[in-house]
């Protein structure tokens, strides 16, 4: 069973990293990596300055302390675990003789962005490990009980969790380790389970944010549930509440301590008043209306249901006649937890006292799914596998699979591209009857704009587009610097050359390059009236004996005929310069000269394919590509974060999809890597199914 465990969790672990968007796609998680880099830099977890105003750094939600240093409002814990990430990246930057970037996360790295995106998938593959054991102590048989464990993690909600980069999977997977190990205690009278739950339970106290109270009453519970203490037996009581206390003691001093550090001026997480004020103000202010739409929304909205999500627990509801009284403790526990979650997300909004308007909050976007009640999933499998294997084979083919097969469709829209594009197109807000609607409410209201319709739309637009994204053509096409990424005007798409754009391409010997056309326009942005004058450079040779004017809305085919002894067999290199007249049109960007068309022998090229630099300090020391106009002339940090949000919005949302993308990346590290992550996951995969075979 050891060995079992084991080939388990590192498939679990290959595969979540084979899934892993090698991005960090949250504020809350950019915050995290932030605080952790402080801590790794200037031993003290303190945020980022706010630098926004300053147009030096992207906008967070960080606060000034009572001490007068910057905080930032996520959790200790998932700090701590982007550590590795943060220290591995260190060693590279002092091998390479590189110095961290100051700005970040506006101005950062891909390595430490791609190693902290594979953090939770280390939590998630032990989350599989513990459903597999507490389902074994349920008495579901090994066979069906690592099914329904590898079930629960990909046909559930937990599934985007364990790639996006947010503290619920560190934070799901040891609470419902620290209720596992409670179980183990009162299976075995073992206290050592009772330290390693408080131990477990102390990780979760830390990892996110003060949720964790709403949970501690029912770990007590579920203690009092499973080993039925008498009042005689003081002593073994002592003992459990001591082991407890031991194992989560130290984990209470750092949560205190942290917070007593970052308290603000006039609040103060860890005192009574704190909790009792907070209360008294829901109670006391909170609209009815916030509190049922809380309620709508997050069980049954077209767009944030959680029963959408995760279908599996409808089985609960179905075959609620077939619950054991053996599974009573866990049902109890799954029954509290999702009345107290839902009661106390329903009930959280926000006030804008300017306007008299109040911020419904329930539904925790941006998000895939309701991620405020992803810690019930857990919880609700173990009711659900436990059923599993009591339901015949014909129910499961008629309710089960239909369920899972529709819950493993909807996380792999979660998955396959990023949820944040599910607003794309969408209005921010709009207005009816005095209302506001802001788009996290209308979007999950309102079928029409349901994320799980929008993102099945963009599934098909991506489908289609990504192939053109990788298509260079005959003659290996590339525009891999200055030249914007295309975009929609009209039925035409354009694509902008941003002063000097660059293009590479290859000849060939069956059809020799003589001639190149370009269809370009001259188009205002904003109040700009100023021509455009544009030369072409070939291997440094100049292509016209003086630059083509184009006045202001004029459009113009620029036909170039190519002398044979301009080219190269491969790798010809191709520069586009584009002046203004005036000269502060480009940091305006009041004025564009777009690419409508190129071809090369009147051959049509495709404009849709993506080359494009990160521009990071590794990249010109890895590879030894220098930049040229992006991070080179034009070292607008913005600007490259525009590059990497447009990559991460137009293609699959996987590090080594992405990586094909970025010339300045190091391939053949990227490469490796990619075939021992494939490796693992075929190897373990294979040597699980064998083992699997010879369980009952």
């Known amino acids: 069973m050891k060995r079992l465990i084991i080939y388990y969790f590192l498939f679990l672990c290959s595969t979540f990293v084979f899934l892993s968007s090698g991005v960090i796609d949250s504020q809350d998680g950019l915050q995290y990596l932030a605080v952790a880099r402080n801590i790794y830099y200037k031993g003290e977890p303190t945020g980022p300055l706010y630098e926004f105003n300053l147009d030096k750094n992207i906008h967070m939600s960080t606060y000034i302390g009572r001490d007068g240093k910057t905080y930032s409002p996520t959790g200790l814990g998932f700090s701590l675990a982007y550590l590795p990430a943060v220290a591995i990246t260190d060693m590279v930057y002092k091998y390479y003789n590189v110095a961290p970037p100051v700005h970040f996360p506006l101005e950062s790295d891909w390595l430490i962005f791609l190693l902290a995106s594979f953090t939770n998938s280390f939590f998630?593959?032990?989350?599989?490990?513990?459903?597999?054991?507490?389902?074994?102590?349920?008495?579901?048989?090994?066979?069906?009980?690592?099914?329904?464990?590898?079930?629960?993690?990909?046909?559930?909600?937990?599934?985007?969790?364990?790639?996006?980069?947010?503290?619920?999977?560190?934070?799901?997977?040891?609470?419902?380790?620290?209720?596992?190990?409670?179980?183990?205690?009162?299976l075995s009278r073992k206290p050592i389970f009772l330290f390693f739950s408080a131990i477990s339970y102390g990780i979760v106290i830390l990892a996110y944010n003060q949720t964790f109270i709403l949970s501690a009453p029912l770990l007590l519970l579920y203690y009092l549930m499973l080993v039925k203490p008498k009042l005689?037996?003081?002593?073994?009581?002592?003992?459990?509440?001591?082991?407890?206390?031991?194992?989560?003691?130290?984990?209470?001093?750092?949560?205190?301590?942290?917070?007593?550090?970052?308290?603000?001026?006039?609040?103060?997480?860890?005192?009574?008043?704190?909790?009792?004020?907070?209360?008294?103000?829901?109670?006391?202010?909170?609209?009815?209306?916030?509190?049922?739409?809380?309620?709508?929304?997050?069980?049954?909205?077209?767009?944030?249901?959680?029963?959408?999500?995760?279908?599996?627990?409808?089985?609960?509801?179905?075959?609620?006649?077939?619950?054991?009284?053996?599974?009573?403790?866990?049902?109890?526990?799954?029954?509290?937890?999702?009345?107290?979650?839902?009661?106390?997300?329903?009930?959280?909004?926000?006030?804008r006292k300017a306007d008299q308007y109040f911020a419904e909050m329930w539904h925790g976007e941006s998000s895939w799914g309701p991620r405020y009640l992803s810690v019930l999933i857990p919880f609700a499998m173990l009711i659900v596998a436990k059923l599993y294997s009591t339901i015949s084979n014909k129910y499961r083919l008629l309710i089960f699979l239909p369920l899972a097969l529709f819950g493993l469709y909807i996380e792999f829209l979660g998955i396959f591209m990023p949820y944040q594009i599910k607003y794309q197109n969408l209005e921010s807000r709009f207005f009816v009857n005095g209302v506001e609607y802001a788009v996290p409410i209308y979007s999950n209201y309102i079928p029409r704009f349901s994320p799980l319709y929008i993102q099945t739309k963009n599934l098909v637009k991506i489908t289609r587009s990504f192939p053109k994204t990788l298509d260079h053509g005959l003659f290996n096409v590339r525009f891999y610097d200055g030249i914007d990424f295309p975009f929609n005007v009209g039925r035409e798409r354009w694509r902008v050359i941003e002063e000097s754009g660059y293009i590479s391409f290859d000849d060939k010997l069956d059809n020799p390059i003589q001639k190149m056309a370009f269809g370009v326009i001259n188009h205002p942005v904003g109040d700009s009236s100023s021509s455009a004058h544009?030369?072409?450079?070939?291997?440094?040779?100049?292509?016209?004996?003086?630059?083509?004017?184009?006045?202001?809305?004029?459009?113009?085919?620029?036909?170039?005929?190519?002398?044979?002894?301009?080219?190269?067999?491969?790798?010809?290199?191709?520069?586009?310069?584009?002046?203004?007249?005036?000269?502060?049109?480009?940091?305006?960007?009041?004025?564009?000269?777009?690419?409508?068309?190129?071809?090369?022998?009147?051959?049509?090229?495709?404009?849709?394919?993506?080359?494009?630099?990160?521009?990071?300090?590794?990249?010109?020391?890895?590879t030894g590509k220098p930049y040229q106009n992006y991070g080179g002339t034009n070292q607008d940090l913005w600007k490259t974060w525009h590059i990497h949000t447009q990559i991460f919005e137009r293609v699959p949302d996987f590090w080594w999809i992405k990586a094909m993308y970025y010339w300045d990346f190091p391939k053949q590290l990227f490469l490796a890597a990619f075939i021992i992550n494939t490796s693992v996951v075929l190897l373990t995969g294979r040597k699980l199914y064998s083992m699997q075979k010879k369980l009952s």
């Open 534 to 622: 544009i030369e072409f450079l070939l291997n440094n040779y100049p292509l016209l004996t003086k630059p083509e004017t184009l006045i202001l809305k004029e459009r113009k085919l620029i036909e170039i005929p190519i002398k044979k002894e301009y080219l190269k067999p491969t790798d010809n290199q191709l520069v586009i310069k584009v002046q203004f007249k005036d000269p502060t049109i480009v940091k305006k960007h009041t004025q564009i000269l777009g690419l409508i068309s190129y071809s090369i022998n009147n051959l049509p090229v495709n404009l849709e394919s993506l080359d494009v630099p990160y521009v990071s300090p590794l990249g010109p020391k890895m």
């Open 124 to 186: 998630a593959a032990i989350l599989g490990v513990v459903l597999f054991l507490y389902f074994l102590a349920l008495k579901i048989k090994p066979k069906p009980a690592l099914f329904m464990s590898i079930v629960s993690l990909f046909t559930t909600n937990l599934l985007v969790y364990s790639k996006h980069s947010v503290a619920h999977m560190m934070f799901i997977t040891f609470l419902i380790l620290s209720f596992f190990l409670v179980k183990k205690y009162s």
């Open 232 to 351: 005689n037996s003081l002593k073994i009581i002592t003992r459990d509440l001591l082991a407890f206390l031991i194992g989560v003691s130290p984990f209470i001093y750092t949560y205190v301590w942290f917070e007593t550090t970052r308290a603000e001026p006039t609040v103060n997480m860890v005192t009574a008043a704190f909790y009792s004020t907070y209360i008294t103000d829901i109670l006391a202010t909170m609209p009815f209306k916030v509190f049922i739409d809380g309620f709508w929304g997050q069980l049954f909205s077209p767009g944030r249901s959680f029963f959408l999500y995760t279908p599996l627990v409808l089985i609960i509801f179905i075959f609620w006649h077939k619950i054991r009284p053996q599974l009573k403790p866990e049902l109890i526990i799954f029954l509290l937890l999702s009345v107290i979650y839902i009661l106390f997300f329903s009930s959280q909004y926000g006030y």
